[in-house]
C-alpha cells in the first residue's frame, strides 16, 4: 500500500524540541518509505490556541526543510465531517447526553447507569455527549512499543465526542481526519500511546481503516552525564538556527552528527542513517545538553 504519514501538531504554542523530533521522525519514515508526508494543524480547541502559533509553527518547520506534500488540513475547516461522523454514532445508538458535573465525574467518575447518564438534566445548558463503551479490550501492535491492550471500559470509560462548550473531541476529529487524509502510519509522541485504542474502537465504530501506529518514546532534556531530566516543556528552539536544531533532533533519534551546506543536505543524509528500531524499548530520547546557541546557521 501507498505510505502516507501526518504530523498534526496542536498551535498552542512555537514548536518545540520535542515536536521537531515527532514531526522529523513521521518525516523519515515518509520519505524512507518513498511515501508522502503531510501536515495537519489541530486548531479545534479555541481556549488552547493561540493566535499567530499555526503561522509559526508551518514557518518553522518549512525553515527546517519539512515542507509537506500537500495542503495543510485544518481542524477549524472540518466541522461539517465531524458532524456526520458523530450522527453516524448517534444513528446507531452509540452515543448519549452527558450532563455530569466536574462533582459527578471526579466523585463517582459520572453518573451513568446502564450507557446513560442519570444526572439532572441542567436547563438552558448544553449537554457533554459521550461514546458509550462496552466492555471490550482493545489491541494494536505498537511498530516500536510492541504489543498494546486496553480494556477500553475498565481503564477509560464512555469517553467525550462533543463538549459542552461546543468543541470536537479531538480523538473524534483524529480519527475522522486520518482517515480523510488517507493516512498509513501515525507516528507520533508516546504520550498519545494510551489515546491509540480510543481512537480504534471509534474507527472500528465508523467503519473507518486502521492505521499502522508508531509512537516515539518522549523526549527529555539531556542533562551532564546524559542524565534525562524531567523537564519536557521548554526545549528551546532557535527559529534561526536551523541546521543546529536538525542535528540535536536527528541526535535525539538516535543518528549519528550529520553536517551539510543546508538543511536538505542534513536530511538527505539521515533518510539513509535512520533506523527507527534503534529507539526499540528507550522509555526516552534525549534532547542534547549542549543547545548553547551555535554561529547564525
Ligand atoms: N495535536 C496532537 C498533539 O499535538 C497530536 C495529534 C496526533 O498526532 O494524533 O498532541
Known amino acids: 500500500m501507498y505510505y502516507r504519514g501526518r504530523f498534526a501538531p496542536s498551535p498552542t504554542g512555537a514548536l518545540h524540541g520535542g515536536s ?3 514531526a522529523l521522525g513521521s518525516w523519515l519514515r515518509a520519505r524512507q518509505a518513498g511515501g508522502r508526508w503531510l501536515v495537519r494543524m489541530d486548531d479545534i480547541d ?12 508551518l514557518d518553522t518547520l518549512h525553515v527546517h526543510g519539512l515542507v509537506p506534500d500537500e495542503a495543510v488540513l485544518y481542524q477549524s475547516a472540518r466541522e461539517t465531517a465531524y458532524r456526520a461522523a458523530f450522527e453516524h454514532l448517534r444513528a446507531q445508538g452509540d452515543v448519549f ?3 455530569c458535573s466536574r462533582n459527578d465525574l471526579s466523585v463517582h467518575g459520572g453518573v451513568h447507569r446502564d450507557g446513560q447518564c442519570v444526572a439532572p438534566a441542567k436547563h438552558g445548558r448544553r449537554p457533554a455527549w459521550r461514546l458509550r463503551v462496552p466492555q471490550v479490550t482493545v489491541r494494536f501492535d505498537d511498530g516500536l512499543q510492541g504489543m498494546q491492550e486496553q480494556d477500553l471500559q475498565a481503564e477509560v470509560g464512555d469517553f467525550v465526542l462533543l463538549r459542552a462548550d461546543g468543541c ?14 488517507g ?5 507520533r509522541g508516546c504520550d498519545l500511546l494510551d489515546s491509540t485504542p480510543r481512537q480504534i474502537y471509534l474507527q472500528q465504530r465508523l ?3 486502521t492505521p499502522r501506529y508508531l509512537h516515539l518514546p518522549l523526549v527529555l532534556r539531556a542533562e551532564g552525564g546524559g542524565k534525562l531530566s524531567k523537564s519536557t516543556r521548554d526545549l528551546p528552539l532557535q527559529a534561526d538556527t536551523p541546521m543546529h536544531n536538525l542535528r540535536l533532533a536527528l541526535q535525539a533519534l538516535g543518528l549519528p552528527d550529520a553536517h551539510g551546506c543546508d538543511c536538505g543536505a542534513i536530511l538527505t543524509q539521515a533518510i539513509t542513517g535512520f533506523d527507527v528500531l534503534v529507539m526499540r524499548h528507550r522509555q526516552a530520547m534525549a ?10 546557521m
Open 46 to 57: 479555541p481556549p488552547r490556541v493561540v493566535p499567530g502559533s499555526a503561522a509559526s509553527i
Open 20 to 22: 521537531l523530533v515527532a
Open 207 to 209: 467503519g473507518l481503516p
Open 287 to 296: 534532547w542534547p545538553a549542549d543547545t548553547s546557541r551555535p554561529g547564525r
Open 183 to 187: 493516512i498509513t502510519e501515525v507516528v
Open 97 to 99: 447526553a452527558c450532563w
Open 168 to 181: 470536537w473531541s479531538y480523538h473524534l476529529a483524529c480519527v475522522v481526519d486520518d482517515a480523510f487524509q
